[in-house]
Nanobody, 120 residues
């Protein structure tokens, strides 16, 4: 099973920063490309960023390019979020990917997510 656990969310002011962490449960994270996704209230879940299994390649949604950075080590995948905007408010999820090139997640292994709220 490709269960994941997200952490690191919280409340940040506009312009602030947060760092999210994604850990694997019951599988070897280093074997899979991983993506971060988010879902704001009343909206569909959207892709934020993806990283290849070896960490050499990354994708970013246009809305976060230049502000968010995805990275990984052997056991976790991180999302460094800088210059946060109120529009970044959402529940953030990570997921193992079926394919990195199109950032397609395995559909049945979503974690609980971590809430990010950007507000003054």
């Amino acid at each position: 099973q490709l269960q994941v656990v997200e952490s690191g969310g919280g409340l940040a002011q506009p312009g602030g920063s947060l760092r999210l962490s994604c850990a694997a449960s019951r599988f070897t994270m280093a074997d899979y490309p991983i993506g971060w996704f988010r879902q704001a209230p009343g909206k569909e879940r959207e892709g934020v960023s993806c990283i290849s299994s070896n960490g050499d390649s990354t994708h970013y949604a246009d809305s976060v390019k230049g502000r968010f950075t995805i990275s990984r080590d052997n056991t976790r995948v991180y999302l460094q979020m800088n210059s946060l905007e109120p529009e970044d408010t959402a529940v953030y999820y990570c997921a193992a990917l079926i394919t990195f090139s199109q950032c397609v997640p395995y559909p049945d292994y979503w974690g609980q997510g971590t809430q990010v709220t950007v507000s003054s």
